[in-house]
Nanobody, 121 residues
Framework: QVQLVESGGGSVQAGGSVRLSCIASGDKAGGCTMGWYRQVPGQQREGVAEISRDGRTNVLGSVKDRFTISRDNAQKNVFVYLQMDNLKPEDTAMYYC?????????????WGQGVQVTVSS
């Protein structure tokens, strides 16, 4: 099992920056692909960025020049970060951390509780 806890959400003005953090705990967390998703009420959840267990990243094209995903496997728990710069009002959403494709776990699919990011113009 993998447990995920996000932090770092909040309110910011357009053009500002926010860094979201996700702590993934559990013996197999280091073997998971980690991702950040976001959801606006009434819309489908959207994948924003993901990072594989060996550090390969994939970022949504529309935010690629502003968002950076990273992870730190060195500690007992896995830390995953989403650095968001030059934020725009359309980035306002609930952001969720996800762990899947975990080595040794069949059908791994874990989600955090989400954190709200609100960008005002």
């Amino acid at each position: 099992q993998v447990q995920l806890v996000e932090s770092g959400g909040g309110s910011v003005q357009a053009g500002g920056s926010v860094r979201l953090s996700c702590i993934a705990s559990g013996d197999k967390a280091g073997g998971c692909t980690m991702g950040w998703y976001r959801q606006v009420p009434g819309q489908q959840r959207e994948g924003v960025a993901e990072i594989s267990r060996d550090g390969r990243t994939n970022v949504l094209g529309s935010v690629k020049d502003r968002f950076t995903i990273s992870r730190d496997n060195a500690q007992k728990n896995v830390f995953v970060y989403l650095q968001m710069d030059n934020l725009k009002p359309e980035d306002t959403a609930m952001y969720y951390c996800k762990a899947d494709e975990c080595l040794g776990i069949v059908n791994a699919n874990y989600w955090g509780q989400g954190v709200q990011v609100t960008v005002s113009s």
